[in-house]
């Protein structure tokens, strides 16, 4: 009973998140044209891999946005998929401790100071580290017995929105197709 609990919490807090960000990753992937239908997920990430259909590599990085940039930084597929999530959320707590943290003025000010500025690069240095090494700062935070499955629902949740992304992308393309047609 015990582990049937657990793998519900892991569908509710892991499953449905990575889910989500991974389909919505994807998806713009399929959209701004970095990734083919033509080619697998998982073949798109490989080093040795010479064809031109994806992008999403660290050759091309430059010219990918914000969060693909990041994602090819930290590997991508799965893995860097899951570093660029637990670099957001680490991030974006930092920034909502500050915002409940600030007690006036002299806060908003100490943050234009070269101090903080160094700080700052430190620390965001240090959350990509932990980001990079995911699955030591995962077990901390969630409190399961059960850590192997969180990551086995995790990766299935990313499976799972990759395919249904390239499907849903396919679906899209033969809409525009038949509205064509018709015209």
């Known amino acids: 009973m015990h582990t049937l609990l657990d793998i519900l919490r892991a569908i509710l807090f892991v499953g449905i998140p990575v889910g989500v960000f991974s ?11 970095y990734l083919s239908t033509d080619v697998e997920l998982k ?3 490989k080093k040795k891999n010479n ?3 994806s992008s999403l590599s660290r050759k091309h ?3 990918l946005l914000f969060l693909h940039s990041k994602w090819v930084t930290f590997g991508g597929g799965f893995y860097g998929l899951i570093a660029l999530l637990t670099f957001i959320i680490i991030e974006l707590t930092q920034v909502v401790n500050f915002l409940f943290s600030i007690t006036g003025w002299q806060d908003i000010i100490a943050l234009f100071s070269l101090d903080t ?6 620390d965001s240095i240090t959350n990509m580290i932990k980001a990079a090494i995911w699955f030591s700062y995962w077990p901390d935070k969630f409190n399961t017995e059960n850590f192997v ?14 395919k ?5 992308t396919l679906y899209q393309r033969e809409q525009v197709n038949d509205e064509t047609i018709e015209q």
């Open 117 to 122: 500025l160094i700080a700052m690069i430190i």
């Open 61 to 63: 990085k430059k010219d």
């Open 149 to 162: 499955v969180w990551i086995l629902i995790a990766y299935i949740s990313y499976r799972f929105a990759a």
């Open 51 to 53: 064809n031109t259909q």
């Open 164 to 168: 249904y992304a390239m499907r849903y």
């Open 43 to 45: 073949d798109a990430f």
């Open 23 to 33: 389909f919505l990753m994807i998806y713009f992937s399929y959209q701004k044209g």
